[in-house]
């Protein structure tokens, strides 16, 4: 700890108003850190994206001071920026391919930082884990033991990472965090006024896609599944196109919120619907977890998704509420249930509401402490691995 003042942590990361889901996770956990210990002092080193300039976030009185090009080589800003504000007992990486490319850079500086005493630990939560490549991808995983511990948040990247060489003990499987809907009592013509959508809101059974719009999102299997259902459900979906080239078609059961939205803009789409339908394909040997999911699972309504690896909790909670991915006739038949026995899939859906508890994010941010305390305050176990060992 730093002379009495307590524990200081330094995430790097993407940071609102940059529109990212890392971004928007990292000032969710740190809002838990802030709620369970106020005491604790933390620093962003976000990207350029959104300037040159430190700013203050004023509401969890955080510091942002920009140190890196998103998906560059160098990250010796990271190093510079350390320097100056005196060092951090935690470096926490928030990874993602997206931000860091496939270089190890970030890992390096991390690591070299640590090596200056810039960095008491050095953290990484690997948000995607790849399983087939890219080839680059799978070298910076392997350099993950450099690290003093990996953060992960399902049971498919922590085995994968073991099965990789990644040294067991240094990972730490922490859920994604939920946050319980605020907006659940609101009436739907507020909500619905507030979002900007009360004169095309489709009528009857409503169900919503929201979070970006791309083609990975498997839109287009949802509205295939449409057309097999007819015009007594609605559906809203919502969020920023990324794929500019993806084709979207409105109807009278279809509206469609093409912009970015917040965090609390996309609570308010939850609280208005009936259910949520989340119709993903995914590629092929990537595992990561969907923080649209946690942002569902805290509005406590059902929600049908596929068998994907970004929706691996909700298979493993709701299994019945799940179809495999790529298959709009099996999709249209499981919406059609959930609506004619609307009732029942609540009560179902038992389970998942008590994951979406478990998990909400002082819990999930109290796990973060305690790793922390326990990796600076204990002795580091030592991996001995037996070369001649065998299985019997």
Known sequence: MRDGFGLRVGFVSTYPPIHCGV??????LISGLKRVSPSIDVVVIQSYDAGEDPYNDLDLGVRVIPGFTRRGSDYTGVIRVL???GGVDVLHIQHEYGIFGNT???LDAAITARSRGLAGLVVITMHTVDRIGPRANLEFQSKLNDADSVVVHSILQ????QAQGIVPYKIWRIPHGTLINPYLDYPRYMLARRLGVEDNLPEGFLLVTPGFIRRDKGLDILLRAVKILGNDIGILVAGERIDKSLELYESDSITIIERYLSGDEILMLAALADAIVLPYRDKP?????SGILHLSMGSLKPIIGTRVPRLVELYQYAPRLTTPPRMPALLAERIKWLKENY??????????LAYATKTQWPRMARRHLD????LLSEEKPVWEPLADAKLD
């Open 23 to 28: 971004g928007e996770y990292t000032r969710m």
């Open 83 to 85: 320097e100056d504000i």
């Open 343 to 352: 009732d029942l899939a609540v009560a179902y859906s038992g389970n998942l």
């Open 158 to 161: 922590e085995f994968e990472l």
């Open 104 to 106: 190890t850079g970030i």
């Open 285 to 289: 040997g990537r595992y990561s977890v």
């Open 371 to 374: 790793m922390y305390t326990i």
